[in-house]
């Protein structure tokens, strides 16, 4: 309702003052997946068309997704609405109101921070960000004076993470979108600072544990648990010459399931030091994870892993051509990851690109629910 209500203010402003913009994109993707025991090919389809207008200050912005996606763990169709917003905006800063999206720290592969909105798998891993996250209802006002900023978010959500692919799952149920029963409400707020050249940031967010945990219901289907989560989180930005150093730490305390199903807490700290390089053009970025959770999902115990990343792209032929390879190992077991990326902007209607991903990781990892996976493909990008 409230959708289809900012849509209806969309057109009236565009007919009355005559902003409106119109843009629609088509993604194609065919993949192989050679290692998958069955239906190692598969692929996507997304289109996407938004609308927006501006008057006076503000702006509306409605868009909706639908997608076709054949892959060795899920496949099916989507219709999705992404964005339903209004937006005011002055020298204060901005507010906005309606189904977003908000991105906190950064999740080159790592996601300590950006955890307001809920991802779908397996695109939070293949995909850009923007795709993999699920827009959420929600007021988000961002404030800025001088060299303080902050930034207040209410609302409420139903959705949660789609499915690790490896999770086991205790009934039937469409992973690819699961919601809660009932919508929970949630609220977070962010703090930041600029200490000479420190740029520092403090989060907190409450909302419910968009992590999937089940148990089997007397009718044979899934009950979802609609159980809370509290992250405490700090980052920081400190350019040292030619390079930047970057930080991010995270106290969480959720509640989840153990082995039997019965609710218990859980508790993760994890931090995240990492540094950018920009010689010539390239940009790379090591990086280091530690992550201790005191009680992980299904009674696995404690658990710590180590990770070292590197993430090497580049920009070429007048910034056409970007190439793009992020490598992960783990420092206490036998994961890896590598992905490779090149993607060709023909003009500004079409970009091509090609990828592939070998994976080699023990079961139960953080990528261990994607073991011996090797991807490759190909991808066509029309946008207007």
């Known amino acids: 309702?409230?959708?289809?209500?900012?849509?209806?203010?969309?057109?009236?402003w565009s007919a009355s003052v005559g902003a409106l913009e119109l843009d629609a994109q088509l993604r194609l993707s065919a993949d192989d997946y050679p290692d998958a025991p069955s239906n190692g090919a598969g692929g996507r389809v997304l289109a996407g068309a938004g609308l927006k207008a501006d008057w006076r200050g503000a702006a509306v912005r409605?868009?909706?997704?639908?997608?076709?996606?054949?892959?060795?763990?899920q496949s099916g169709d989507l219709a999705d609405l992404r964005d339903a917003?209004?937006?005011?905006?002055?020298d204060w800063g901005s507010f906005r109101f309606g189904h977003q999206q908000v991105a906190w720290g950064r999740a080159d592969l790592f996601r300590l921070l950006d955890i307001v909105n809920p991802w779908r798998f397996p695109d939070a891993l293949f995909d850009d960000l923007a795709d993999a996250r699920e827009p959420i209802w929600m007021a988000n006002l961002e404030l800025a004076r001088g060299l303080l900023d902050g930034q207040l978010l209410v609302g409420?959500?139903?959705?949660?993470?789609?499915?690790?692919?490896?999770?086991?799952?205790?009934?039937?149920?469409?992973?690819s979108q699961p919601r809660l029963e009932h919508p929970e409400p949630f609220g977070g707020v962010k703090v930041g600072a600029f200490l000479g050249d420190l740029a520092l940031n403090l989060y907190y967010l409450n909302q419910a544990n968009l992590t999937p945990v089940a148990q089997q219901s007397p009718q044979g289907g899934v009950d979802l648990f609609e159980r809370r989560r509290r992250m405490f989180g700090i980052s920081a930005d400190w350019p040292i010459g030619p390079a930047v150093l970057r930080m991010e730490a995270v106290d969480a305390d959720s509640e989840t399931v153990d082995a039997r199903l019965s609710p218990v807490d859980q508790r993760a700290r994890q931090l995240l030091i990492g540094m950018d390089f920009q010689p010539r053009g390239w940009l790379i970025s090591p990086q280091f994870y530690l992550e201790n959770q005191n009680q992980t999902a299904y009674g696995l115990g404690d658990n710590t892993r180590r990770f070292g990343s590197l993430l090497v792209s580049r920009r070429l032929f007048q910034d056409q051509l970007e190439v793009r390879a992020l490598g992960a190992t783990a420092l206490n077991g036998d994961e890896q990851w590598l992905s490779l990326r090149l993607g060709y902007t023909v003009n500004d209607h079409l970009e091509l690109r090609a990828h592939g991903d070998w994976f080699d990781a023990y079961p139960g990892g953080l990528l261990g629910t994607f073991a011996d996976l090797t991807r490759v493909g190909v991808e066509t990008v029309i946008r207007y």
Request: zero cysteines; charged letters at 15%.
């Open 1 to 12: 309702m409230l959708a289809r209500l900012l849509l209806l203010l969309a057109l009236a």
């Open 62 to 73: 409605v868009a909706a997704t639908a997608r076709r996606t054949s892959t060795p763990w």
């Open 85 to 90: 917003h209004l937006t005011w905006a002055g």
């Open 156 to 175: 409420v959500n139903d959705r949660l993470d789609g499915l690790d692919p490896g999770f086991p799952t205790p009934g039937p149920l469409d992973w």
